[in-house]
C-alpha cells in the first residue's frame, strides 16, 4: 500500500493554534478575531478550522488598511 500523502505540502485548513501560531498572535486573540468576524472559519463537526487562504486575506485587508490611512 503507498502512502500518497505529502507532509511538503502547505496546509489548506489551520487549527486556531496554528493560524495564531503563522500571524505570531496568541491562541486568544485569534479567538477574538474569529469572533469578530476579521478571519474566516469554518466548522468541520466539532472542530474549527481557518483556511489557510483567510490568514492572507487577512494580511491584505490590514495593509490596504495602513496603507489608506
Do not use: C
Request: aromatic residues 2%; positive net charge.
Amino acid at each position: 500500500m503507498t502512502n500518497h500523502t505529502n507532509t511538503n505540502q502547505p496546509r489548506v485548513l489551520l487549527t486556531v493554534e496554528q493560524a495564531a501560531h503563522r500571524l505570531s498572535l496568541s491562541r486568544t486573540t485569534m479567538f477574538r478575531l474569529l469572533k469578530q468576524g476579521q478571519i474566516t472559519s469554518i466548522r468541520i463537526g466539532k472542530a474549527r478550522r481557518i483556511p489557510a487562504e483567510a490568514l492572507d486575506t487577512y494580511i491584505n485587508h490590514l495593509t490596504t488598511q495602513q496603507q489608506v490611512a
